[in-house]
């Protein structure tokens, strides 16, 4: 699963024969000091979530429904302020500055949790964290119950805290709400890894994925980031946590 483009909890019915029926739930925690409005948008032939977005004060949690085969992303939006005309409504992650994305892909930088539900419970699913077009927000993903080759931990330090100048987007304040990957600051062939640089074998790392890496280990830094952090776990129970501890313990993700 090539990086690109919550808790769940799947209830299995036998009906006749071999059809099953699978049902599953994200649960999504915002342990950051301010909201966030998350949001997410599914690959083709999967639908929407909550009708793509909602908002998320500090320290609650939500829970959505997913099919057990769903395949999308999930992202976080910050200072956001809806209810006038104004594009975008959101500092990082807008989705055409409407508070429900409906299938929308966020603006980035945000930093994207990617996943891959696999119905089969015999086979995993796949996730992971990437900062291909940049950051935004911490997150972590685990397993329920918790499961230490199965979790995808924070960042040892916030990326906008050391983000380059070239790379940082400012607020209408002048603070730094967010940290462009290289690709996207620059749209450099080097920097994205295609055209001449389209392999592993040509794209390596550069100072800018690098700094994501040191502060963020777990997550891709940039495209063939290797080994690639992909997490494949067959389990039904997962927790996306936005804002984390550095370190999330066992009983943190319970």
């Known amino acids: 699963m090539k990086p690109t483009s919550l808790f769940v909890l799947s209830i299995v019915f036998f009906l006749s024969g071999n059809t099953i029926v699978e049902a599953c739930n994200f649960h999504i925690i915002n342990k950051c000091p301010y909201p966030i409005w998350p949001a997410n948008a599914a690959n083709d032939g999967h639908p929407v979530l909550a009708s793509g977005g909602f908002y998320l004060p500090p320290g609650e949690q939500r829970k959505i429904q997913a099919p057990a085969d769903w395949v999308g992303r999930i992202w976080a939006r910050t200072g956001c302020k809806f209810g006038s005309d104004k594009v ?87 603070e730094v709400v967010a940290c462009k990957s290289a690709c996207l600051a620059f749209d450099n062939d080097k920097f994205c890894c295609r055209n001449a640089y389209g392999a592993p074998s040509k794209c390596k790392p550069t100072v800018y994925s690098k700094i994501f890496k040191d502060a963020c280990p777990s997550y891709y830094s940039y495209a063939y980031d290797n080994p690639p952090p992909l997490v494949n776990c067959p389990s039904d129970d997962y927790l996306i946590t936005f804002c984390p501890s550095p370190r999330v313990s066992q009983v943190e993700s319970a």
């Open 88 to 174: 975008p409504a959101c500092e990082t992650g807008d989705c055409g500055g409407k508070l429900c994305c409906n299938g929308l892909i966020g603006a980035p930088p945000a930093t994207l949790v990617q996943i891959a539900l696999q119905p089969d419970k015999s086979k995993p699913s796949f996730y992971d964290v990437s900062l291909v077009d940049g950051y935004n927000v911490p997150v972590s993903v685990t397993t329920i119950p918790y499961s230490t080759k199965c979790h995808i931990g924070g960042c040892k330090r916030d990326i906008n805290d050391c983000c380059p100048q070239e790379l940082e987007v400012l607020n209408d304040k002048g």
